[in-house]
């Protein structure tokens, strides 16, 4: 079974083959990077627009790259949400329309999902159920990966997600666009204990994330000009760290039975992040599974891996299905909405 997959909800233009058994037969990506680096972040009307173009090219790439036409594909995944509304739609529009003219099954991805599930294409010994840490440009989440469409939510930011700290401390110290590599860059030449930064929510027995403080500081530190911006970035790095590991690992305290440790998501990424994250995992006697760099920002290979593993447990979509700007990946946590977190 071969699965096209396309990503387009935030600044990658994405397409993908992927095997129902994980061989990635061919994976391409375009970035926006470029066009948005002038702002300061995505424009959503530029980032449609450059979607529109890159599409239909990297997806006849991708194909040409596997040796092999549309007729052999078995299976179209696209992302159907969250992220930018006008992204999501062309990759989705263009997944139905290729599914309907040639008579595929189509799958509607939750961006969310692509990232859950991307460690067990990496890794194909990783089995269910395992604790998630999802971090990435949106989302500061613990999850509990139990299957397919089968989340439970642990822990979710009430603010900023950890990537968009990341993007808006490298902003404040004038690093660029997109902020996470730059801050982690910059933080190698510092030294993580110059600069003061609160760790917020730290201990609380919710296993939840707040970076908005941290923020805050990091912007009083700037503007103090009494430090230097190799130490506020590995000051930064440093909290950030101290914050994700004390949550995790009061996750871990609340759950039995889980096979791994798992991080994913664009930040995950982040090289510091991860060893903290693979000393923690070994602390509590599990493995701890991180996808390689390039899965763990925005990519089609992931997307092409969730609509495999969906279309093997019978999770197909109708041609009606919608594309979500908001998309929770634990239906009892979108409920809860009202509640703050
Ligand atoms: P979401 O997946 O929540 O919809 P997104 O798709 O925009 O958001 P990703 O592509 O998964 O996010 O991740 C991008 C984020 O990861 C950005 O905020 C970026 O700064 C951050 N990031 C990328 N590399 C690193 C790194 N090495 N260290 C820290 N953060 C990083
Ligand atoms: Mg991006
Ligand atoms: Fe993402």
């Not at 530029?46 to 040409?64: D, F, K, M, T, W």
């Not at 990091?218 to 911006?229: K, N, W």
């Not at 994700?244 to 039975?257: E, F, H, K, V, Y």
Request: hydrophobic share 45%.
């Amino acid at each position: 079974t071969i699965i096209l997959g396309l990503e387009s909800s935030c600044d990658e233009t994405a397409a993908a083959l992927v095997t129902a058994d994980g061989r990635i037969l061919a994976h391409r990506l375009a970035t926006q990077e470029e066009a948005h680096r002038p702002y300061g972040g995505v424009v959503p009307e530029i980032a449609a627009r450059a979607h529109v173009e890159a599409l239909s090219p990297l997806i006849e790439a991708a194909l040409a790259d596997a040796e092999m036409t549309l007729d052999q594909v078995d299976v179209i995944a696209a992302t159907a949400g969250p992220g930018l509304i006008g992204g999501v739609m062309v990759g989705l529009v263009t997944a139905k329309a290729l599914a309907h003219a040639a008579g595929k099954p189509l799958i509607a991805v939750n961006h969310l999902e692509g990232h859950a599930l991307s460690p067990r294409l990496s890794d194909r010994t990783l089995q269910f159920p395992y604790m998630l840490l999802l971090v990435s440009g949106g989302h500061c989440q613990i999850l509990l990966v139990r299957g397919p469409g089968d989340y439970a939510r642990l822990a979710t930011t009430i603010d900023d997600a950890a990537g968009e700290a990341f993007d808006k401390t490298a902003k404040l110290l004038g690093l660029g666009y997109p902020g996470g590599p730059q801050v982690e860059k910059a933080a190698t030449q510092g030294d993580p204990k110059a600069v003061p930064l609160p760790r917020p929510l730290l201990g609380t027995a919710e296993p939840h994330f707040s970076f908005a403080g941290l923020k805050s500081a990091v912007m009083r530190a700037v503007q103090s000009g009494h430090h230097s911006t190799p130490d506020i970035a590995a000051s930064f790095q440093q909290a950030v760290i101290d914050c994700l590991i004390d949550r995790t690992r009061r996750a871990l305290g609340q759950a039995d039975g889980i096979t791994a440790l798992v991080v994913a998501g664009g930040v995950a990424a982040n090289q510091a992040i991860r060893r903290a994250l693979e000393k923690l995992a070994a602390d509590h006697g599990l493995p701890f599974v991180a996808p390689p760099l390039w899965l763990c920002t925005d990519n089609a290979a992931m997307i092409a891996w969730a609509g495999a593993e969906r279309f093997a447990v019978g999770l197909i979509d109708d041609l009606t299905v919608p594309a979500r700007p908001r998309w929770p990946l634990d239906p009892a946590a979108e409920k809860a909405r009202g509640a703050g977190v």
